[in-house]
């Protein structure tokens, strides 16, 4: 694959009109086949088509000075539109500046010109992005951590039910629809936000360990959430800011339980037991961000 500088993706799009007109085309070629093949005459013969590929392939196109700088203001865009890809997305490097290089002397050949042109370049951009592969990611579900979550962790989704509960009983109607909205939406997260949280989370905490007088090992779970939650200017509402938390500690616990991307170093509430039933969920979800997480040794964000 190496080997090919455009790489194009043939996918079977359902579009009527284009449907249309190739079911078109396929019927008139079985109903008319005969007439079609008597009435059709190519506008070159094969001889003339074999003397010009033979003449075009002879030339040796050379850039000029206003292709060079465009080929470089070309690369220096795709590089650009590149870097904010999730992981695993096509990534633009140097081979794609010499890909735009034969692209243009290509196109040059073909119109049989011995300088590259900035219209060369252009067009061989053009055909370069159209080829790009963006790869896309499934949403990342939460809600199937539910196994994997500890007793605190239940015990909050149960103190948070209830308190629920006590509000529509309430007649709080409103209030309690935007609850189930934020829990839906906490129920599933998009690859890419999945990757953004994951990277600010193990970076924070790499950059952050042993800060102190004193080497210290992972930081405090409930320390990390707000952190986060602090470089997030966009959230203006308190909904917002409890839907985002909920959010970002479903998925730390599964970068603890499936990922293996976190390890948890200490965890007070093991030693303390589970607590009374009637405890807030405040009190269970502050139990549960005590425990201290570092991340696991030769763990890489965005790989």
């Known amino acids: 694959m190496s080997r090919f500088d455009l ?11 284009t449907d249309l007109a190739i079911a078109k085309h396929i019927v008139g070629l079985h109903q008319h086949s005969s007439l079609t093949q008597a009435l059709s005459q190519p506008d070159y013969t094969t001889s003339e088509l074999q003397r010009y590929i033979r003449y075009a392939r002879s030339l040796k196109p050379r850039l000029s000075d206003e292709a060079s700088r465009l080929l470089v203001q070309c690369y220096k865009e ?11 997305s096509y990534r633009v490097t140097v081979r794609q500046l010499e890909a735009l290089i034969r692209l243009g002397e290509a196109r040059c050949r073909v119109d ?21 592969i963006h790869v896309s990611h499934d949403d990342v579900d939460l809600i199937g951590d539910a ?13 948070e039910l209830a308190q629920a509960e006590a509000e529509r009983a309430q007649g709080e109607q409103e209030q309690q629809e935007q609850a189930d909205d934020g829990t839906k939406r906490a129920s599933t997260v998009s690859y890419e936000k ?27 779970q409930g320390d990390v959430i707000e952190w986060y939650l602090n470089q997030q200017e966009e ?25 293996s991307a976190l390890v948890v170093v200490s965890d007070p509430s093991e030693s303390q037991g589970a607590g009374e039933e009637s405890e ?21 964000a965005d790989a």
């Open 7 to 17: 790489f194009f993706v043939v996918l079977d799009e359902q579009d009527e009109r």
């Open 78 to 88: 795709l590089r650009q539109s590149s870097a904010g890809e999730s992981s695993g």
């Open 112 to 132: 049989l010109e011995e300088t590259i042109t900035p219209r060369h370049i252009t067009e061989a951009r053009r055909l370069l992005k159209q080829s790009i």
């Open 147 to 159: 196994d994997h979550d500890d007793e605190l962790e239940r015990q909050a989704e149960e103190a």
């Open 194 to 220: 999945y990757q953004k949280v994951t990277r600010s989370i193990v970076n924070y905490i790499r950059g952050h360990e042993g800060d102190g007088e004193e080497e210290a090992v992972g930081l405090r």
């Open 235 to 259: 959230l203006d509402t308190v909904e917002a800011l409890a839907a985002e938390r909920r959010m970002v500690r479903r998925i730390i616990q599964r970068l603890v339980r499936i990922d």
């Open 280 to 300: 807030q969920a405040e009190q269970v979800r502050g139990r549960s961000d005590d425990r201290v997480l570092t991340v696991r040794h030769g763990f890489n």
